[in-house]
């Protein structure tokens, strides 16, 4: 994989902007799973701390940038190289937008507790959507720090459950606020929840398709699913 | 502004990212206006005309993205050329989520129209939004055509005013929901729109905040909008 270029430097340069997409990663999927024990439970001074953390996602979000762009006109990658910081340029992205959800889920949470929330066990409509996804965050980013493609190509198709889950809470939603109309406020706000969910189930699977893109040198993006894209790879 | 680079085929390299990128633009535009006369007024055979689309935006974003890695490679950009492979890179990304959303509302006009929308203009719910966006969107392109800091910088300040619509909306259709449930499941696709009309905002706002950074090489995302940015510049 490395052995491309030879500066011991230049792989220090490129060590330091991973650990640091690595940090970043590690970071929002606290935030997510902080706002979601937020939303379960409660607890505003939490959420306060998900939501402060965001702007030190922003600024991870900044100096990456950075860092990239000088390691471009410093080191001048090529081939494996120049694919881990386009796919890193990209996956900051992705992660900053995690950041976000989670920021969003945590105010959602705050409010919704701060209010009350009559006839309506929000968090249960939301659990399974809640673990496929941080499931799935966790396992994009494990395998964004391994560069493993096996284990990204899998998580792609995973996408799809948790898109099928939203759909299902929508309409049990639905059913709820029509049944008893009292619970339209708190039913909508569990609904941008389970929508910031699935929103962050696409960034993970951006992030894995990134994963490919390094290791395989295709940008599958766009694809139908059915594509061999790893054919006769043996494991990881 | 150029004049760091002498090579006429890298002038000719860059330009043809440029009026790729632009072409991008003006085609997902394009699909969310036709996406909102969609949802005003129906036309099945629009809105599958508008999801078809979708496909021609992905493709120029994988493509434009491989166009961007081999320009660094070929020709290791610095300063200015550096910035503009890199806010294209990025505004690549914007783009393609605008054609989603478009794709989104125009999935959401069809089945909207396809059973009826007892009681609720929906259309009219969203007006403000839709235009305040659009426009907003136009500038942002047009902006990126002519890297215009100025127009970029105060179209910056636009996307608070669409996200304070976007509240409005939701409190109306909440009155209309508790008001008349039957109206609950057509509200919530209005809701959908909206927000897909609200992302679109966020996406052209980063598009403004990339221009900015090509102009100023200052990266002013998650500042405070009071930080002065562009001192004392005169006229485009």
Known sequence: ???????????????????????????????????????????????????????????????????????????QPTANDLRTVMATIKVITDLERIGDEAAKIARTAKSLHGRGTPGLNHFEMVRTISTATSDMLHDALDAFARLDGKVALQLIARDAVIDHEFRSIMRNLITFMMEDPRTISSALDTLWVAKAIERIGDHAKNIAEYVIYVVEGKDIRHTKPSAPVLPDQGAN
């Open 1 to 75: 994989m490395i052995g491309e270029h030879s500066s011991k430097q230049y792989d220090h340069e490129l060590e330091t902007i991973r650990s640091k997409v690595l940090l970043m990663g590690g970071i929002v999927e606290t935030q997510f799973l902080d706002a979601m024990a937020c939303f379960r439970i409660g607890n505003p001074e939490r959420a306060d701390r998900v939501i402060a953390e965001d702007d030190v996602v922003n600024q991870l979000e900044v100096s990456l940038d950075d860092a990239c762009s000088h390691l471009i006109v410093k080191r």
